[in-house]
């Protein structure tokens, strides 16, 4: 079974500085995805980023990257440069790259940007 | 392009009453998708569709929960009869095609199901 945690409930980080949401997950796969999203209040649910098992380097979008440490199962969000509108729950999931579809999440962390 | 859309947003119902969730997909997505976040968890996959077919739904909590995508389009997800603890955020996904190495899902913005 795949489990994916999420030990930062809520952080807070200054106007225009670096955050970084931490990620580690388990799972007997060799082979699988990892995706961050965002949630901001009013609901939807933002794709950002993903990387997968076998990439050699960290993915990268805009201002997020995503900091893959396989041996340590870990996959970090880098958000830099951070901005109000950065305000938002995030959710680090999982998957299966064959076979089950099923995203596994785990269970959020909450940016507050401070300006 | 119109993304993932879902209706009602929001749903408040009393217990043993029956409500009917829709998703649309977006278009040319044949993999639809339906999780579920209870008050204080974690959001959780309900079931899977490949166009019209149940690829998997072994997320369904009980035969209280039927979800169908007539045509392989739009999918309702209908509660009947609801409890309190179904009480909770329903969201939709859909994805292209399986064949992509990412198959990103791409959520709507939920329903939010309060039953009394």
């Known amino acids: 079974a795949q489990k994916i945690t999420q030990t930062q409930p809520g952080m807070f980080v200054q106007e225009k500085e670096a955050v970084t949401l931490d990620c580690t997950y388990d799972t007997s796969d060799q082979s699988y995805g990892l995706f961050w999203y965002k949630q901001p209040s009013s609901g939807e649910m933002i794709f950002l980023i993903y990387?997968?098992?076998?990439?050699?380097q960290n993915a990268t979008e805009g201002r997020y990257s995503l900091n893959f440490q396989k041996a340590r199962k870990s996959a970090n969000l880098v958000i830099s440069a951070s901005q109000l509108g950065d305000s938002a729950m995030y959710f680090c999931?999982?998957?299966?790259?064959?076979?089950?579809?099923?995203?596994?999440f785990g269970s959020g962390t909450r940016l507050q940007v401070q300006p | 392009e119109a993304g993932v859309t879902q209706f009602p947003s929001h749903s408040v119902i009393e217990k043993g009453q029956t409500v009917t969730l829709r998703c649309d997909p977006i278009s040319g997505h044949d993999n639809l998708y339906w999780y579920r976040r209870v008050m204080g968890k974690e959001i959780k996959f309900l079931l899977h569709f490949v166009k019209e077919s149940k690829q998997d739904e072994s997320g369904m909590p009980n035969n209280r929960f039927l979800a169908e995508r007539t045509g392989g389009t739009y999918s309702t997800l209908k509660v009947q009869p609801a409890e309190l603890e179904d009480s909770g955020v329903y969201f939709c996904?859909?994805?292209?095609?399986?064949?992509?190495?990412?198959?990103?899902?791409?959520f709507g913005p939920g329903t939010r199901l309060t039953v009394l």
């Open positions: 996904a859909s994805s292209a095609p399986s064949g992509s190495e990412t198959d990103t899902q791409y």
């Open positions: 999931a999982m998957r299966e790259k064959t076979g089950r579809r099923a995203l596994t």
């Open positions: 990387q997968g098992s076998y990439d050699e």
